[in-house]
């Protein structure tokens, strides 16, 4: 993005505890989700948050490319992570670049430790995740739309699992950054988890936090992820009032 003088930066953070968006520093993003978005897949979801654009689509669980990759007792997880070239302000290369991977490798792990994957030995579930449009918080978006794109095809699970992104900005903790607040805050957390539990099962970090203020960030996204879970199911349970009983997670 280049070097920006102290007078680009934007004001992140007003004197009355206002963000560039006018949100406060717990409040997320408007967030929408479409269930069974597509017809082909077999569980698919759309989520808008915010400027992000995600779909996801679930195939399986079925047999495995390449072959080798398969395990006898279990199935595996596979995810591609895509940012499509129209995305972003300055258009993104396409194809796979190391980000991608990077983000794709999380997600595959994160749905790895949810889904009941010994039911399904020798077998694939593939999931697939197109940014359309990008705002901050696509590989938290990417796992929202995943995750209700799992329930979707099926496939049984330990539960949803909602993700969400916490920052250090302006020396203000907050909950759900949008583009400015992640260039040009100091630190960026995104996390999933499964919420009964409360167990983690995503959490990176860029940037630099103390400990008091890394403890604030997760309680913080732990209440974001409850708001975020309950949008979800929601999501599900539109869609299968209408279609009849929905497979997978529990109620
Ligand atoms: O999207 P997420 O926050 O999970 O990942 P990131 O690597 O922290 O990227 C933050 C944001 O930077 C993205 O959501 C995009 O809006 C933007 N970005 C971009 O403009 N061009 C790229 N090649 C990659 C990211």
């Not at 920006?4 to 505890?17: E, F, W």
């Not at 400027?51 to 072959?67: D, F, L, Q, S, T």
């Not at 995750?147 to 099926?154: C, Q």
Request: proline share 5%; aromatic share 4%.
């Amino acid at each position: 993005m280049g070097s920006v003088g102290a007078k680009d930066v934007p004001v992140l953070m007003s004197p009355d505890g206002k963000r560039i968006d006018g949100r406060r520093a717990d409040e997320l993003r408007p967030l929408a989700i479409t269930a069974g978005a597509l017809k082909q897949a077999d569980g698919s979801a759309f989520v808008e948050w915010g400027a992000n654009k995600v779909m996801a689509a679930v195939y399986g669980p079925r047999e495995v490319h390449p072959r080798h990759l398969q395990q006898n007792n279990k199935a595996i997880v596979q995810c591609r992570y895509n940012m499509a070239a129209f995305s972003v302000d300055e258009r993104k290369r396409p194809g796979l670049d190391r980000r991608s991977q990077e983000i794709s490798k999380v997600i595959a792990e994160a749905f790895e430790s949810v889904i009941f994957v010994e039911e399904f030995p020798r077998t694939s579930i593939d999931v697939y995740i197109e940014v359309l449009q990008a705002n901050a918080g696509t590989r938290c978006a990417g796992l929202v739309a995943a995750s209700v794109a799992l329930a979707d095809a099926g496939i049984p699970m330990v539960d949803l699992v909602p993700a969400v992104a916490v920052g250090k900005v302006a020396d203000s903790i907050v909950l759900d950054l949008k583009k400015e607040e992640d260039n040009y805050g100091s630190a960026d957390l995104p996390m999933a988890l499964v919420p009964q539990s409360g167990r983690l099962v995503l959490l990176q970090m860029e940037g630099h936090m103390t400990r008091d203020e890394l403890h604030r960030a997760l309680d913080l996204g732990v209440a974001g992820c409850r708001k975020i879970y309950d949008v979800m199911r929601q999501a599900l349970l539109d869609k299968y009032r209408a279609d009849g009983p929905a497979p997978g997670v529990a109620a």
